[in-house]
C-alpha cells in the first residue's frame, strides 16, 4: 500500500532513539506530522530537525505530534537528539520499508513531509521539499486543516 491523500496512512511500527517499539496507530486521536529525512548531523536534516523544534509548541498547540523518519539507526538518532536538544522522536527506518510505502525512497530519502489525521488518514503530502520554509508551511495547513 502506498501512502495517498484522502486515504488510510500505511501504518508501520519502528525503533525510536531509545529502541522502544513505535506504531503509526499508536497516535490515533492526534494528527501526526510525519517527516522523512535523509540523514542525521547534516546541515539540511539538522536545520529541517531544529525548525520542528522551534516550533513543537505550536504543533503540541494543535495536537499534533512530531516524528521523525530516517534510515539511520538507533544509536545515531539518540545522538543526533542529544546533540540538538530535539523533543520528539525519531524513528529507525534502517530497510527503509516505511520509506517505500510513503513514497519517498529513491536509492535515499526525498525529503518529506505528511499530515494523518486524528482518524489515521493521510491529509497532505509536501514531497521533495526545501528546508527553508517547510515546518511554517507544515504548521500553516495544520492551522487551517484543524
Avoid at 28 to 50: H, I, S, W
Avoid at 100 to 126: A, C, H, M, P
Wanted: proline share 4%.
Amino acid at each position: 500500500m502506498r501512502a495517498e491523500a484522502g486515504k488510510q496512512a500505511p501504518d508501520f511500527t519502528l525503533k525510536n532513539q531509545n529502541g522502544e517499539q513505535v506504531s503509526l496507530s499508536d497516535y490515533r486521536g492526534q494528527y501526526v506530522v510525519l517527516y522523512f529525512y535523509p540523514k542525521d548531523m547534516t546541515p539540511g536534516c539538522t536545520n529541517e530537525a531544529c525548525d520542528f523544534r522551534d516550533n513543537k509548541a505550536k504543533f503540541s498547540d494543535l495536537d499534533a505530534v512530531i516524528l521523525g523518519v530516517s534510515p539511520d539507526p538507533v544509536d545515531s538518532h539518540k545522538e543526533f537528539m542529544n546533540k540538538h536538544d530535539l523533543p520528539f522522536m525519531l524513528l529507525a527506518d534502517e530497510d527503509h520499508k516505511a520509506a517505500e510505502d510513503y513514497g519517498v525512497w529513491n536509492n535515499g530519502i526525498e525529503r518529506s513531509t505528511f499530515i494523518i489525521d486524528k482518524e489515521g488518514n493521510l491529509q497532505k503530502e509536501f514531497r521533495n521539499v526545501n528546508v527553508d520554509g517547510h515546518v511554517e508551511e507544515a504548521l500553516d495547513y495544520l492551522q487551517n486543516a484543524s
